[in-house]
């Protein structure tokens, strides 16, 4: 439908809709809107249907399953809602409207609603708007209470300029250096430390072992530590559900190149030296000791290693206590937000990442945050019991603002 309004204001309005913050942050909800609204004024409204959608304006195959990607849906879903809180703002009022109806990709023009004249309110009517009055006064204190100034969680607040950022988010997980051994070597070495078959290696190999450099294969770039992969799920889940692109890499081929494109999440501390980098010089790191054991480091206490995990020859101990260090912070040149997520082992990793995503637990983590705390770096310290190969639910340690 295309109610009192020209070609022309309707091409004029959708420039409107596609540089506003609601569809900025978005190409793919940018690219289903301008898409749609071009077909229907092209008179093209009866080829507006999924598999067409999805062929054209985002490139699948003609044989695609529309059933196994849905990526028409789930736009057309996020685009309704975008043009919902983009006209709630009442400076737009008097725009024309853009409407997408549920279960139709066939968009609908309007003129503007405009207001019929005055209404005569009687006392009676008056007293019902006073008590409704009052009772949304309430809901707005107690939203300011709850959630902030800005109407959103903490949670919400923290993960804003990575979630509106332009373009995808980078997710570089750690990987481990992992060395293989040659098959012969391999057979040999199991049998040295296992020679019962029991299942149950040693802690070592004998010292009359032999092991040459010729029988270690080195295999980096293959294997990422377990709390790190789970981590790195979770957030590709995180901002699936939320619509937003992302690409994995793994640190190992991770390149200054890709932190410059965008928002980033890097995963992983010792596994990962972009985090290792990132938090160098800041208040908050992972350090390893001269004397071999892993530790958070405080840089407003020289010298002092806070929170002390493993000793790096050895795994945790059973009923021991890990830490992760969580980051964000903006690229001075850029803008970008960058976060980092590193252990002191993968445990702790792991638990800083649910921690990470986490809404009541981050909500109770930045209570104590400065105003403005939103566009401001931080770094928050974590940690997490554990006990033999599991750990616990994060609890929150320290908060620091700058």
Known sequence: MNVGLSDEAVRQQLGRLLESDMFKASKRCRTFLSFVVTQRLAGQAESLREKVIGVEAFGRTSGYD?????????????????????????????????????GSYVPEFHLPVVAAGEVTVTGREWRWRWVLGALVLVGLVY?????????????????APTLGAHGPVLVSVGQSRVYSLRKKVANAAESDLDPEHSGVPARGLSSGFALSSRDVIPSWDRYAPMGDA???????????????????????????????????????????DWTLRTNKDLRFRVVLGADGWRSIEDGQEVGSSKWRGSFIDTPLEAEAVDYAVLTRVFDETTGRPVISVGGITHLGTKAGGEFLLSE???????????????????????????????????????????
């Open 230 to 272: 789970m981590s790195m799920t979770a957030l590709a889940v995180f901002f699936h559900d939320r619509h937003k692109d992302y690409r994995l890499r793994g640190s190992g081929t991770t390149t200054l190149a890709d932190l410059r494109e965008g928002a980033a999440v890097l995963i992983g501390a010792f596994s990962n």
């Open 143 to 159: 939203g300011v209470w709850r959630y902030g100034p800005g109407g959103t969680t903490a949670f919400e607040r923290f993960w």
């Open 66 to 102: 529309t059933t196994e990607d849905p990526v028409v849906r789930i736009t057309a879903g996020e685009v309704r809602k975008r043009l919902a809180q983009y006209y709630q703002d009442p400076e737009r009022a008097g725009e024309p409207r853009v409407e997408l109806v549920a």
């Open 360 to 402: 009541v637990s981050m909500n109770e983590g930045l209570r104590g945050a400065p105003a403005g705390w939103e566009k401001k770096n931080l770094q928050m310290v974590v940690s997490t019991k554990v006990i033999g190969a599991s750990a616990s639910p994060p609890r929150f340690v320290a908060l620091h603002v700058w």
